[in-house]
Every structure is written in structure tokens, then in C-alpha cells.
């Protein structure tokens, strides 16, 4: 008979990250404290699903962005439709909005959390599937409610212990502004068209506004002459510029003026920021947003002002795996249960369960290996107390608690400190691990 050829192993797709056991507590961490510091703002969670119509993101983003016309993942369904995995939260909140009528129901103060996903080169910190928490403030045109969406950031990171954090901002102005000094740039980048590099050649018919954010270090330089979108700011654009920087003063919020930044989406206008951490390198970025007063108009919805951000979940994980030196264990478990017979299996499994029911966190050894190995595995759990329950303490109705941590045992003698407890007081266990 020929020899059987051996199953070949699958394997994630590039860009596509497995999150393993010991990295998941640093990013439930990170979603908690999110989750914190939302509730503290009076900000709703809204969920939003992972597959959307393409046109919400052509017409949301802007046909002309990289994301749409280079990294979005479509394809056509079963019914024909062309359908797009969201490359970014903005779009699909507002279409929520509109849809569900929400915008009638006064402004909205939202926040999401999941996977977005992009056809780009995998590096650390980026990945084609990467994962984003983000707010949106809907309905709000005051430049307080700027200032209050970047000091929500802000204070996240910092509560975070995240280190090294600096703040960007620029005004984009309105879309009058932007048109005047769109001609303005043009112009004075066509005289020097051939010292771009060939992306911002493409981009100076395209989208000329975001040959300001290249990373070409020779565009970088010649763009240091070329004229400033400050000084196309219309006075009622820079008034408000002036108030919203006013008010980080006053929160004591740090921050420096670029006027090279841009967003990477169309739907930016007036505000814009970026938070980096010194910590990250060269992809320093970990929170950025902006103002996007025409979006919910440009989706079909009522002319509504707004204003959101998005931070990165990897890199800010990466930059916490740094500063921290090491990932998060998991929390041990309050108890390790060790038992062994098939009467007390069965018995370990019921009692364990009743424990679970009033809060604790309980390791149920379900292998059946002789005592000495479950005490190892025991030690490994870094649980402080391990309980045993074999056919005899079975048969006696009791459970026996032995203290594993030196903390409980201090002595060190492999007999002190345990004590028998009866099997059915579970509030006596409860007692003695609090």
C-alpha cells in the first residue's frame, strides 16, 4: 500500500494574529479600563457589525484615500453585492446612527471596540486584521466637546501608565478653507512636481492634501517651504482653533502645533490630533481623530456636527508590553482543587462548581494522575491554596485546605497550616481564603 502523505498543518492567514492565553489579560485590561474611564463620561457602547456595503466606506472615507483604493478587503456575495470587512469604526457608527434613527433622539456619545481590517504590509504593532477602540461624539459642534473627546483619550492612556505622551493638533478648517488652500498647494507643488517622490505625483491630482502626511524624507523636506493650511483659515476657523486650544490650556493637556498634520480619511475638517508615545519608535501614533462635521450628511443623514477617535489596540498593547517588561499573567485561581477516585472525582467536580457559584475562581484537575503530579501543577497555578479530596476525606464528608504560598506557611512544614474543612461548609472555605 502507499504510504499515507502526512496532513499538512494550517496556518493563519499573513497579517491575521492568533491572541494567545498569555497575552489576553494585558488586552483585557486595557479593555476595562476603557470600558472605566467611558462609563465615568457617560459614553454608550454601540456595536456595529464587521461586514458592510463598500459603498458606506467609498462614500464615507473617500474613494481617493489609500484605504479605499488600496487596502480595503471586498468581494461580491452570493446576492451579487459588493461587500467590504470595515477598515476603520467612523463610518459604520454613523450609518448605525442614521438607520436607527439615533441623531433624533438628541446627541449621541458612543464608543465601540473590535477588529478593523487592511490590506497593508504587516509590521509590529500592525497587522491586516488589527483591533481599535474608538468614541464618537455625535451632535456636538462646541469646541468644549473637542476638548473633552481628546482629555477622554488623554486620560486613558494616562491611566494606562502609558509614558512618553505628546499631543498633535492642527485645524483642517472648513471645507471653504480647505478649498482655497487646496488651489494654494497645487499650485505651488505643480511648479515643483518633480521633485516629488512618485506616490505624491499620484496623490497632487488625487488627493493633494495628503502629499503633507508622506514619509518620503525628500518630499518631507521640500514641504518645508510649501504654504500652511493656517494661513488659508478662514477668522471663524481660527477662532475656533484658538478656543479649542484655550481649553486643553486649561486642562493642563499639553500639546504641539503641526500643520503638516493631516488625517488619512476624507471626512476630516476643522480639528485635528494626534496622541504619540516617545516609547514606540518610528509608528509613535497610538490615538488619533478629528472633527468630521460633513460625514453624517455625506451618508444620507441630517447635517450633523461630530467629532471622534480611534486608538490602536496593538500598538498600545506592544507599548505596554515595554513598559511593563513582560505580558500580564493571568490571575491565579483563589483555589486549586487536587482529587483523585472516581467517587471523589465526581464529588470534586459538584463541589468545585458550588464554589464557582459564590465568586471564586477554582482550578478543577481533571487528570486523574497521581497526587504528587496534580501538587505540581498545583504550584504552577500559583494559586495560594490547593484543596484535596480523595476517597477517604470523601468518605470522612470533609476536604482538606493546604496553604501553598509561604505566605500561608511560613514555616515551611509540608503538614502546617491545613485544615480540614466539611464538605458541605462552603462558607467556611469561602471564610479562610478571603
Not at 200 to 221: E, M
Not at 225 to 254: H, M
Not at 266 to 280: G, K, N, R
Amino acid at each position: 500500500m502507499p504510504a499515507e502523505r502526512p496532513v499538512e498543518k494550517l496556518q493563519s492567514l499573513r497579517g491575521l494574529v492568533d491572541l494567545l492565553p498569555a497575552h489576553t489579560p494585558l488586552w483585557q485590561r486595557v479593555e476595562a479600563t476603557a470600558r472605566e474611564h467611558f462609563r465615568r463620561a457617560q459614553v454608550d457602547e454601540i456595536r456595529t457589525p464587521l461586514l458592510e456595503a463598500t459603498e458606506l466606506f467609498a462614500r464615507g472615507i473617500g474613494e481617493a484615500t489609500d484605504v479605499v483604493g488600496k487596502e480595503m478587503y471586498t468581494f461580491t456575495d452570493r446576492g451579487d453585492r459588493s461587500c467590504t470587512l470595515r477598515p476603520e469604526g467612523t463610518a459604520s457608527v454613523v450609518r448605525s446612527a442614521i438607520q436607527h434613527g439615533l441623531l433624533s433622539q438628541g446627541p449621541q456619545r458612543l464608543w465601540y471596540g473590535g477588529p478593523m481590517f487592511r490590506y497593508e504590509r504587516p509590521q509590529a504593532g500592525r497587522q491586516r486584521q488589527f483591533h481599535q477602540i474608538g468614541l464618537e461624539l455625535l451632535g456636538f459642534a462646541d469646541p468644549r466637546s473637542d476638548v473633552e473627546a481628546i482629555a477622554i483619550a488623554w486620560d486613558l492612556l494616562a491611566g494606562l501608565g502609558v509614558d512618553g505622551l505628546a499631543l498633535e493638533l492642527n485645524s483642517l478648517g472648513s471645507s471653504d478653507d480647505r478649498a482655497r488652500y487646496r488651489q494654494a498647494l497645487v499650485g505651488w507643488l505643480e511648479a515643483r512636481s518633480d521633485q516629488l517622490d512618485a506616490d505624491s505625483q499620484a496623490r497632487l491630482v488625487s488627493n493633494p492634501l495628503r502629499i503633507l502626511d508622506s514619509k518620503n524624507p525628500g518630499t518631507q523636506a521640500l514641504l518645508a517651504g510649501a504654504p500652511t493650511l493656517a494661513d488659508a483659515l478662514a477668522p471663524e476657523s481660527r477662532q475656533r482653533f484658538e478656543q479649542v486650544q484655550a481649553g486643553l490650556q486649561a486642562l493642563e493637556i499639553p500639546f504641539q502645533l503641526n500643520p503638516r498634520l493631516v488625517r488619512g480619511l476624507d471626512y476630516y475638517s476643522h480639528t485635528a490630533f494626534e496622541i504619540t508615545s516617545s516609547q514606540l519608535g518610528a509608528q509613535a501614533t497610538v490615538c488619533g481623530g478629528g472633527r468630521y462635521d460633513g460625514l453624517v450628511g455625506q451618508l444620507g443623514g441630517p447635517d450633523t456636527p461630530a467629532i471622534g477617535w480611534a486608538l490602536g489596540m496593538e500598538r498600545l498593547v506592544l507599548l505596554l508590553g515595554q513598559i511593563e517588561g513582560a505580558d500580564h499573567a493571568a490571575r491565579p485561581p483563589d483555589l486549586y482543587v487536587v482529587n483523585r477516585g472516581d467517587a471523589a472525582e465526581a464529588a470534586a467536580l459538584v463541589w468545585a462548581r458550588g464554589l464557582r457559584q459564590r465568586g471564586l475562581a477554582v482550578d478543577l484537575d481533571a487528570s486523574g494522575s497521581a497526587f504528587g503530579k496534580q501538587f505540581k501543577r498545583a504550584d504552577r497555578s500559583g494559586a495560594a491554596w490547593a484543596a484535596v479530596l480523595g476517597d477517604g476525606e470523601l468518605a470522612d464528608g470533609v476536604v482538606r485546605l493546604k496553604p501553598l504560598r509561604s505566605d500561608q506557611n511560613p514555616e515551611g512544614d509540608a503538614g502546617a497550616g491545613e485544615q480540614l474543612v466539611p464538605l458541605a461548609d462552603l462558607a467556611a472555605v469561602i471564610q479562610l481564603l478571603a
